[in-house]
């Protein structure tokens, strides 16, 4: 396993969460990670993504402002915290890593290492 995600669970809405993506074996030169989801019968899509060198990084429309990307200064783990948690959220996330150049950093298929998931579940 190159990418270990971990730190979901089930949580009431408003609360908060932070997941954690543990990155090992993966080439250090890689130079974009996010974070992505996927609800039961809906394609994956973005939530957050960031370009390493250069910093940019953007959140999805229904997660800004609530959501914060980021990562250790050795490439070796990234996060990403999540506030004010909605029942909307509720989906399994993913974290990625790979050589992806800033124009298709929200295209899933452009990155080439992937964790295992983890369950996220807002509910009352």
């Known amino acids: 396993v190159q990418l270990q995600a971990s730190g979901g669970g089930f949580v009431q809405p408003g609360g908060s969460l932070r997941l954690s993506c543990v990155v090992s074996g993966v080439p250090l030169n890689y130079t974009a990670f996010g974070w992505f989801r996927q609800a039961p019968g809906k394609e994956r899509t973005w939530v957050s993504v960031?370009?390493?060198?250069?910093?940019?990084?953007v959140y999805a429309e229904t997660v800004k402002g609530r959501f914060t990307i980021s990562r250790d200064g050795a490439r070796r783990a990234v996060y990403l915290q999540m506030n004010s948690l909605r029942p909307e959220d509720t989906s399994i996330y993913y974290c990625?890593?790979?050589?992806?150049?800033?124009?298709?950093?929200?295209?899933?298929?452009?990155?080439?290492?992937w964790g295992q998931g983890t369950q996220v579940t807002v509910s009352s």
């Open positions: 960031t370009a390493v060198t250069s910093g940019m990084t």
């Open positions: 990625a890593a790979g050589n992806v150049i800033s124009s298709t950093l929200r295209d899933s298929t452009k990155y080439a290492y």
